[in-house]
């Protein structure tokens, strides 16, 4: 046990480090490129990241997922999963291929057509790096991972901004793209240590068909309704307009995604080990779920409550359509964070049919929130629909996982409540601020970034202070952890 808690540790530091230098360097780039590049640019690329999720999608087919649950996979596994990821990979991009034509005809935008092309290279470039991706989790050793991220993306976000200055237009982000998913994929080669055998085995994936079926068509689902979004505004509203969703959609994501993909990768292998202590197991459960609602509220909060700043300070006025679309989307975030959450619950403890189940009450509150705000013409109705479908969503995911896991519904919101009245407290102080109102704000003559400290901090203090009355152990713990990293 002392061994595994050390190796969650590792793999917990590493997967932080990774999404947060990760997050830097494209917030970097992805600032960069929203000054020198066009709405215009950025809607297309958002059409063709449409068909790139779905296309990714049906590479791993949720057997990634499923090895991850797998408590012991073998070679044999792992080289029949890559295989079956390089075949799919090839047949859809030949399909895609042949129908860009189509695509840009159904979006009227001629240049999809080369774009798309070169673009769909990506998922095949991905689909070539996700058993190694997977192996290294499943180990708990997610070192090289890390690594791969931070010299893919720094590489691909110069080429990126210098094909941008050059004037490529949205030529800049799909080689950006590709440039990124074939740097990854090629250091984990060189790294992993794994080669796939010359084995295809259907008892390979006859075992891992039942959870892997059921993370596909809960992965398919959760695909196909967050990006009806982007498809929808991109067909009947604008490409300028879609350029602004994405961009609010992309910033705020970055928190939630990055978040989710944290617990993810660190806890489902550690969850999964556990499986059949039911006690010990619950023990993490509140553990995580607490740790969780510390980063996942505060600091999603907060970024909504300083919007309007953090988007002054990057991009001046250009994108301040995307702002109020931005806060929406960051709280949303939250819920997204602990509906990803409650379903790794699940799928630790082998329960595939009921992230089905939570994927298919998402995809009808979203399908439902889409119909009672599309014909508005709104763009910041519709996100709040979005909202709304995604608070749902969370309550039902709360009730199937309490019941799935047998651990408490009312404990699954106490373990939450402290950091809601805290991040309320942060936020109000926030928006109480007087220096940061109207003639206030022109008088003492300051500027965005000045303005976003001050919100930060205030927030911030605040926060913390409250956490600190309630005597939340898991802020001492985060500090103890912080004073022996800087002090290492």
């Keep these: 046990m002392s061994e595994l808690k050390t190796k969650t540790a590792k793999t917990l530091k590493w997967n932080t480090i990774d999404r947060v230098a990760t997050q830097v360097l494209y917030g970097l780039s992805g600032i960069v490129l929203a000054d020198l590049l066009s709405k215009q640019d950025f809607g297309l690329v958002g059409v063709l990241a449409v068909f790139q999720a779905f296309a ?10 499923a090895l991850l649950q797998k408590k012991n996979p073998d070679e044999d ?36 057509t080369a774009l798309s092309r070169v673009m769909f290279l990506t998922f095949v470039l991905t689909g ?27 590489v691909s976000a110069c ?31 060189m790294t992993g ?40 505004i991109g067909k009947w509203y604008s490409l300028s307009q879609l350029g602004s969703y994405n961009q609010a959609d992309k910033w705020s994501k970055m928190g939630s995604a990055s978040l989710s993909q944290i617990l993810t990768s660190s806890f489902v292998p550690l969850l999964a080990r556990v499986q059949d202590d039911i006690a010990t197991f619950h023990r993490y459960m509140q553990r995580i779920d607490r740790f969780t609602a510390l980063l996942a509220f505060p600091g999603l909060a907060l970024l909504a409550a300083c919007g309007g700043s953090i988007f002054h300070f990057l991009f001046g006025i250009k994108w301040d359509e995307a702002i109020p679309l931005f806060q929406i989307l960051c709280i949303r975030g939250i819920g997204t964070v602990f509906i990803s959450l409650y379903s790794n619950f699940m799928m630790a403890l082998g329960h595939g049919r009921q992230i089905v189940v939570v994927e298919i009450v998402k995809d009808i509150s979203t399908v439902a929130a889409l119909f009672a705000t599309v014909f508005t013409m709104n763009l910041e109705i519709i996100v709040w629909g979005q909202l709304a479908a995604t608070v749902a969503t969370w309550i039902v995911a709360g009730i199937i996982a309490s019941h799935t896991t047998r651990y408490s519904l009312w404990q699954l919101a106490c373990d939450m409540l402290p950091f809601v009245g805290a991040t309320v407290a942060g936020c109000c102080a926030i928006y109480f601020l007087p220096a ?20 930060l901090i205030v927030g911030g203090s605040v926060v913390v202070a409250v956490l600190a009355l309630l005597r939340v152990p898991e802020l001492k713990e985060a500090s103890d952890i912080l004073k022996k990293r800087i002090a290492h």
Excluded at 169 to 185: D, E, M, N, R
Excluded at 436 to 455: A, F, P, R, V, Y
């Design 77 to 112: 596994d792992y080289s029949t999963v890559f295989w079956f990821n390089l075949g799919v990979s090839v047949v859809i991009y030949a399909i895609l291929y042949i129908c860009a034509p189509l695509i840009a005809s159904f979006f009227n935008a001629p240049q999809l």
């Design 436 to 455: 940061l109102h109207g003639e206030i704000s022109q008088i003492l003559n300051i500027t965005s970034l000045l303005q976003l400290c001050l919100q």
């Design 159 to 189: 080429l990126g901004i210098a094909l941008a200055c050059a004037g490529f237009g949205a030529w800049a982000i799909v080689w950006q793209s590709v440039a990124l998913a074939a740097l990854k994929s090629g250091w984990l080669w």
């Design 128 to 154: 070539l790096g996700i058993v190694q991706t997977n192996r290294l989790m499943k180990q708990m050793d997610v070192k090289q991972i890390a690594i791969a991220d931070l010299f893919a993306l720094s």
């Design 193 to 232: 240590n794994w080669i796939p055998k010359p084995v295809f085995s259907r008892k390979s994936l006859m075992d891992i068909r039942n959870i892997g079926i059921s993370v596909f068509i809960s992965q398919f689902f959760n695909t196909l309704f967050l990006n009806i979004y982007p498809f929808i």
């Design 56 to 65: 990714i999608l049906f590479v791993d087919s949720g057997f990634g997922s």
